[in-house]
């Protein structure tokens, strides 16, 4: 096994983003920020992940499912791909399957999915979500400036808002040739008459239309002259619409991770099963077949969700010959950096020891307390969680964060007790020193990682 490289020392973090991923962290959440002052073990499905997202970048589509059980660190590889896109200037969007939230349905649950996306769509000056209007305006003001450039004019000019106009419509006239585009492009121009002419009315409703707010044709006509609504049956048209346009604007594409895909299992009527299925078949086909365009498409989900011959994708036999294991490599112990599916092996030893140490510091940090602890101390705590019964086989970096952020708060917030008290509290079956030795043994690859 090899060692672990060390790390180059790093300033302390500011407090909103340690504030976040302390308390994230203890409630067993992934955090949205600071995600990536954690990341390890993970080097192989990053790489893939980021020639994923260079292909994008040159107007190919990629889509990837991304396959770990609970606790495996599935969200937090997610979340950690959605900072670097928006670090590299793509936007983003991102949301959960829910109940209320599906890929296809009667009664508004992909609207729903849609609706959700556009609410957390993201950029990197606008990472929180709610960019869209942010995203607007930022390309209303480098055509302004464009025209104003080219055509040696001011926008106080007679004529100007016209020329800008004459450009906007120009820009997006190849939107106009996609399903949907007609419209697309009509509440872009909205927006923009909106916005020159200071009416937060007709802004506000183009922008109601493009989050997919407007339920019925009537009420998107009286609003903003459209017939056309983003519904349950088209939704996916404007992801690959938006997915165009951003680009045309200046960002390198559009990424969407959709998470939980496990609730897609639970849907009890194998037609709507089966019809969501069919729904997320037709997006990996058109990203595999190149009908999309800058665009990616990250699924999450568990291996039940793949894996289940009766609810999971196993159930489809096209989904089954699309994503099974290549046997011949699986025997050979290699893995396809090309194929759909990234399944999310366990961290090595080491990689939860990096882990906890990098805690530990941003803990320290945020705390102000002497210091962080010692790789000895590390692997005690490590030790005592894989003695409960069953970890050893269960332990996952998610549980491990979760309950090693609940010791560091204790040993914070009562500095009369000792490492060795803590964990006795916490469990009753701490792992004790071999014998003959007076020191928890270090792994080998951890404390070359620490000199």
Not at 219 to 244: C, F, P, T
Request: charged content about 25%; overall charge neutral; proline content about 4%.
């Amino acid at each position: 096994m090899n060692a672990i490289a060390p790390k180059a020392p790093h300033a302390p973090l500011p407090k909103r983003i340690s504030t976040a991923l302390l308390t994230s962290l203890a409630s067993g959440v992934v955090p949205r920020v600071g995600i990536d002052h954690l990341t390890t073990g993970r080097d192989r499905e990053l790489a893939t992940l980021q020639q994923d997202l260079d292909n994008i970048a040159q107007g190919a589509a990629a889509f990837r499912l991304v396959i770990g059980r609970y606790g495996a660190g599935k969200s937090f590889l997610l979340q950690s791909v959605r900072s670097i896109a928006m670090e590299q200037g793509f936007v983003v969007a991102d949301a959960d399957i829910a109940p209320e939230r599906r890929l296809t349905g009667n009664n508004g649950e992909a609207r729903a999915t849609y609706r959700e996306l556009l609410h957390h769509l993201a950029t990197k000056s606008r990472p929180d979500g709610g960019a869209l209007p942010i995203i607007l305006e930022k390309w209303i003001a480098s055509v302004q400036t464009q025209v104003a450039t080219e055509e040696g004019t001011m926008p106080s000019d007679e004529g100007f808002d016209g020329l800008v106009e004459e450009k906007i419509r120009s820009s997006i006239q190849n939107l106009s040739d996609l399903v949907n585009g007609f419209e697309f492009a009509n509440v872009v121009i909205a927006y923009w008459n909106g916005y020159r002419n200071d009416d937060d009315r007709k802004k506000e409703s183009a922008l109601r239309w493009l989050r997919g707010e407007f339920s019925t044709r009537t009420e998107s006509k009286q609003a903003i002259g459209v017939r056309v609504i983003i519904d349950d049956e088209n939704w996916y048209d404007y992801i690959k619409l938006l997915a165009k346009f951003v680009t045309d604007i200046g960002y390198k594409g559009l990424v969407i991770i959709l998470d939980e895909a496990i609730h897609l299992t639970k849907i009890t009527t194998s037609i709507s099963r089966q019809n969501n299925y069919d729904k997320l078949l037709a997006m990996f086909n058109d990203t595999m077949q190149g009908r999309a365009t800058h665009l990616g498409i990250l699924i999450g989900g568990t291996p039940q969700f793949l894996e289940d011959p009766r609810r999971g994708l196993y159930s489809d036999p096209a989904w089954q010959r699309r994503t099974q294991e290549n046997q011949l490599l699986t025997r050979s112990g290699v893995s396809d950096a090309i194929a759909p599916v990234i399944r999310l092996e366990a961290l090595t030893e080491p990689h939860l020891l990096e882990l906890m140490q990098r805690l530990s510091r941003i803990h320290q940090e945020h705390y102000g307390t002497k210091k962080a602890m010692l790789p000895q101390e590390l692997q005690e705590v490590l030790n005592a969680m894989r003695s409960r019964l069953g970890a050893e086989a269960l332990l996952t970096p998610g549980e491990l964060v979760r309950d090693f952020t609940g010791i560091l708060n204790v040993l914070q917030q009562n500095p009369q007790f000792n490492l060795n008290q803590v964990l006795q509290q916490e469990s009753k079956k701490v792992c004790e020193p071999q014998p003959g030795s007076d020191r928890i043994k270090v792994s080998k690859e951890f404390a070359e990682f620490t000199l």
